[in-house]
């Protein structure tokens, strides 16, 4: 690859760009494109890119590839933007948390250059965010998520999935709808629920006393609902029907207990929670770096 | 105090005898009791403990204060035990996570000594466990609960708080029935929800793959998922009233959440994740040592 456009020079395209740079036979020429301009002058100053542009055709002149790496929201826009100015071997591809809804925009906004797309997700780098917390290491044996088509062009799904390996990460390829349904349940539900375990305990009267006596497992259980609203109302919304089936599915779930509970059942509940600690405890044990 | 005497000294036993030691001028010898002969061996060769004993009528003897640090199930026998040696200035505390159901065996088996009993519950290290674990800034800046009745007599709080300060830690008085709505919310309702979601996750067909791609969000928001069963049961059962009331109104929370999601109503679930994840942030500012 000889020329990389990233779109949203934060942590993860920021990351990107670093871990590529690193990689010395393979290092393209990266050119940051943003509105932000001040986090773009940043990124400049930090040789995360080598260019920041705002001119989108000339940043696009000559680009083996396109990186999509800002909030999903935005992602419709800029295809809209990037699209007069593709060849048909410019490769695209995005970051996004959510994929049935980036494919269904790059299918309607692209036409046929749709299968010069791929969509993928990085599962990394929740905590921190701007290009300042950008590191080359961040996506080390971290896994991504490719969701290519039966159109997706076979050349497409190998050089993102090689830039992808570049960065030290572990590529797995998926449908769209596969991936939508596993991250509505390890990664989206817990987020609302967090969200929801604190709205519920902030709107009370005594929302100031139950917040003094909360301690590391309180700590622990939400720091998911301190992520940005911003980003969790967009993927909630295009994940809305896996997501609604997994909330429905976990309230049974909760009312499954609750009917232990009420009927005092000891037994019942110390299975549930054995069988929940040891596959916690066998998860956390081999996936330490996680 | 000239002698105290702990039951059970693992990890909050071993942590309460370790930082008493460290203050010269309180500093009481410390005897240790317990059906893990193994364990108390240990705390005696690390030096947490000055005595460890199997016979309870001699470890009393001469007792100023008695520190019931097992789990809660063994609190009614070992009041049983003690109180044949009880003398009527022996002051009798305990560390368990629930109060209600303590204040009542006290009061059943102790008969009028109950008026010497206050009931604690220091807020800190579910993490780790064992006297290994133990140390003596467990309890510094760390809420502890006292439950004293009005029965209770003005000598024994003083003395249980006394100790407690010396150990470092911020003690508050309230009911028992305040303290277990208390932490029926902050800490066994999230304890609870995240049992579930791991057991909603682990049995079903496809656990392997989804646990694959479960990251940092998911390790955070199921880390107390990986606590004792046997405890979880015990504090679940011992709350039962408060933790049912915890759960249905976390239910109707997360309905609420439904509907918006149903509703595509993107303003109210941006206004309800806005909430949490201020309430949340200011909460992490003001709680850092947490």
């Not at 490769?91 to 809804?101: L, Y």
């Not at 006596?213 to 998911?224: H, K, L």
């Not at 509940?269 to 330490?288: C, I, M, P, T, V």
């Amino acid at each position: 690859m000889k020329k990389l456009v990233i779109f949203g020079v934060g942590l993860i395209g920021g990351s990107v760009a670093l871990a590529l740079k690193k990689a010395n036979q393979y290092a393209p020429h990266i050119v940051g494109v943003g509105r932000g301009e001040s986090s773009l002058k940043i990124a400049l100053d930090l040789g995360v890119i080598d260019e920041a542009s705002d001119n989108i055709e000339q940043a696009l002149k000559g680009a083996d590839m396109v990186l999509i790496a800002t909030p999903v929201a935005q992602t419709p826009e800029i295809l809209r933007a990037i699209k007069p100015h593709l060849t048909t071997s410019t490769i695209i591809t995005d970051a996004g948390s959510t994929k049935s809804d980036v494919l269904s925009y790059a299918h309607n906004i692209l036409g046929n250059l749709s299968a010069q797309f791929v969509g993928g997700h990085p599962i990394a780098g929740a905590e921190k965010s701007g290009v300042s917390a950008a590191n080359s290491e961040l996506f080390l044996n971290k896994n991504v998520v490719l969701t290519p088509t039966d159109e997706t062009q076979l050349n497409a799904i190998n050089a993102v999935q090689e830039m992808w390996q570049t960065c030290g990460a572990k590529v797995t390829n998926m449908t769209a709808s596969s991936h939508d349904s596993i991250f509505a349940a390890v990664s989206h539900l817990p987020h609302l629920l967090a969200f929801a375990l604190v709205n519920d305990l902030a709107t009370r009267p005594n929302a100031d006393q139950l917040f003094d006596f909360a301690a590391s497992g309180f700590r622990d259980f939400t720091r998911i609902a301190g992520s940005s609203p911003e980003m969790w109302r967009d993927i909630s919304l295009a994940n809305k029907t896996a997501l609604l089936s997994e909330l429905s599915t976990y309230q049974a779930e909760v009312s499954n207990l609750k009917t232990m509970l009420e009927n005092e059942d000891a037994a019942s509940l110390q299975a549930l929670f054995e069988r929940a600690s040891l596959a916690r405890n066998a998860w956390a044990k081999s996936n330490e770096n996680k």
